[in-house]
């Protein structure tokens, strides 16, 4: 698979990186000389050029591509760079519908994309096949995250399944046990929480194999279908976190987008939530949106770094703070100032990638928009198999895919084991359809043939996705 990308900034460069794992063949294209520069070590071909140019598209390779990202800074430039290398395809290989280019638009405005208020749905007109608005992505990652704060990482996996990443501490009731005891209890409860893969300190992760000897320091990684096990695994790895109400009260800075639909979430499971907005009319436009009217909501316009207002607020008394503004410094001021209060679920916004790490580490819970960004485009890119991809962010090398069983895959009838060997990776997970049409995790022991309909998880060495993605078409 040839894939070319427009936009060699953070988001572009993350794509890139994450395709030649899978050792696909990449273009970048970029007018910006130093980004092309700063990519020089993704071993791709580099264009510096426009995207909405002829001659950069075709030395990019357009008529061998299967796949266009267009992630540059601009959303209209992605929207538009949808039907311009559409065009240039159709010329260069003779395909009057351009049937044979993909294209992916990523749109950092997800009010574009609204019916209502934007121009969505894109699909129907742009001549982009896939439209990544990664709003409710952050928003998800945000809400799971904060269910457990002092865990690594918490990746949804769609409505029923989270990777879970934490390291080892002093602590830990499993130093110096194999994975295989870990993991005994995940073969007969399907709701225990079970190591899929490790790294120890300076070392390459891998999917175990259960003789592991488990040791402080070693960063293990979990799947689960339930956010009630999330305490459990903070007590395997030697962390302690209090339970979350409930009905949590929420303090969200900014009425962004973001603060919106976190405000939105919370209101629905019966919360309290104040919303505190510098800015008048964007406080006004959340008063008067459809969540305005909920009583239990309060809208504050104000200075969210004023102390004042803040002891006013009671914010220490809050469960849970979340700062959504722009500025990452001021999202990090804003909730290390929150933490410091004594609220220790406190989440926020980022965009910077590279900071996530850092500020977990001072016990607070970002999520970066350009991290999750990647994470959607990959999760387009791959869309051919129905399902999810996600990158593992604490180990690179691997990554988790679900699927489920149509009929007419080669798989079906197959026993766990023989399954796994075909497709070329481990099969950590499987839910079934009930009598009821609701899905339902299987215990391991009870799994048998795979049946038309179930739903797979997988994880695997990134470099095998292609072989996993052939296996998994029906």
Same mark, same amino acid.
């Given at each position: 698979m040839r894939v070319i990308i427009?936009?060699?900034?953070?988001?572009?460069?993350?794509?890139?990186?994450?395709?030649?794992?899978?050792?696909?063949? /990449?273009?970048?294209?970029?007018?910006?000389?130093?980004?092309?520069?700063?990519?020089?070590? @993704?071993?791709?071909?580099?264009?510096?050029?426009?995207?909405?140019?002829?001659?950069?598209? /075709?030395?990019?390779?357009?008529?061998?591509?299967?796949?266009i990202v267009f992630a540059t800074n601009d959303d209209h430039i992605n929207i538009l760079g949808c039907a311009f290398a559409k065009r240039v395809f159709s010329e260069q290989v003779?395909?009057?519908?351009?049937?044979?280019?993909?294209?992916?638009?990523?749109?950092?405005?997800?009010?574009?994309?609204?019916?209502?208020?934007?121009?969505?749905?894109?699909?129907?007109?742009?001549?982009?096949?896939?439209?990544? $608005?990664? $709003?409710?992505?952050?928003v998800d990652?945000?809400?799971?995250?904060?269910?457990?704060?002092?865990?690594?990482?918490?990746?949804?996996?769609?409505?029923?399944?989270?990777?879970v990443v934490s390291r080892v501490s002093v602590e830990s009731p499993i130093i110096g046990s194999t994975v295989s005891d870990v993991n005994s209890e995940a073969g007969k409860d399907p709701n225990h929480p079970r190591i899929i893969a490790l790294t120890a300190p300076e070392k390459r992760g891998r999917i175990v194999s259960g003789n592991e000897i488990i040791q402080e320091g070693d960063m293990l990684v979990f799947v689960t279908s339930s956010t009630y096990s999330f305490n459990e695994i903070a007590r395997i790895v030697g962390d302690s976190i209090s339970d979350l109400p409930e009905k949590p009260s929420v303090a969200i800075f900014g009425a962004t987008d973001f603060g919106s639909s976190l405000a939105e979430h919370y209101l629905k499971i019966g919360s309290n939530v104040v919303i505190i907005e510098?800015?008048?009319?964007?406080?006004?436009?959340?008063?008067?949106?459809?969540?305005?009217?909920n009583k239990r909501l309060d809208v504050i316009h104000g200075d969210p770094q004023d102390e004042d207002l @803040?002891?006013?607020?009671?914010?220490?008394? =809050?469960?849970?703070?979340? $700062?959504?503004?722009?500025?990452?410094?001021l999202n990090i001021s804003i909730s290390m100032r929150t933490f410091d209060k004594g609220v220790s679920r406190t989440g926020l916004i980022l965009k910077d990638r590279a900071l996530v790490e850092a500020?977990?580490?001072?016990?607070?819970?970002?999520?970066?928009?350009?991290?999750?960004?990647?994470?959607?485009?990959?999760?387009?890119? =791959?869309? =051919? /198999?129905?399902?999810?991809?996600?990158?593992?962010?604490?180990?690179?090398?691997?990554?988790?895919?679900?699927?489920?069983?149509? $009929?007419?895959?080669?798989?079906?009838?197959?026993?766990?084991?023989?399954?796994?060997?075909?497709?070329?990776?481990?099969?950590?997970?499987?839910?079934?359809?009930?009598?009821?049409?609701?899905?339902?995790?299987?215990?391991?022991?009870?799994?048998?043939?795979l049946q038309e309909g179930d739903r797979i998880y997988l994880i695997l060495e990134i470099n095998d996705v292609g072989k996993a993605e052939e296996s998994l078409r029906s």
């Open positions: 427009a936009g060699a900034g953070e988001v572009g460069r993350g794509v890139a990186a994450a395709l030649r794992g899978e050792k696909r063949g /990449v273009a970048l294209i970029d007018p910006d000389p130093s980004a092309i520069s700063d990519s020089q070590s @993704l071993d791709c071909l580099l264009i510096t050029g426009d995207a909405l140019s002829r001659e950069s598209l /075709v030395r990019a390779g357009i008529s061998d591509a299967e796949i003779g395909d009057r519908t351009a049937s044979g280019l993909i294209t992916i638009a990523n749109i950092r405005n997800s009010e574009i994309t609204e019916p209502s208020r934007g121009a969505g749905p894109l699909e129907n007109w742009a001549r982009t096949n896939f439209v990544v $608005s990664p $709003s409710k992505d952050v990652q945000l809400i799971s995250g904060l269910v457990a704060p002092s865990l690594a990482d918490v990746i949804p996996l769609g409505e029923n399944a989270w990777i510098p800015d008048l009319d964007a406080a006004n436009s959340v008063v008067g949106s459809r969540i305005g009217v @803040l002891r006013e607020l009671a914010v220490e008394d =809050h469960d849970i703070a979340i $700062s959504t503004l722009s500025d990452d410094n500020i977990q580490r001072i016990g607070l819970r970002p999520v970066s928009k350009r991290r999750v960004a990647v994470k959607s485009i990959l999760k387009a890119i =791959h869309m =051919h /198999v129905p399902g999810l991809y996600e990158p593992i962010p604490r180990i690179p090398s691997l990554v988790s895919m679900s699927a489920e069983m149509a $009929s007419g895959n080669s798989i079906l009838g197959k026993e766990l084991d023989e399954a796994e060997e075909i497709i070329g990776a481990n099969l950590v997970m499987l839910e079934r359809m009930d009598d009821d049409g609701v899905f339902q995790r299987i215990s391991e022991d009870s799994i048998g043939p």
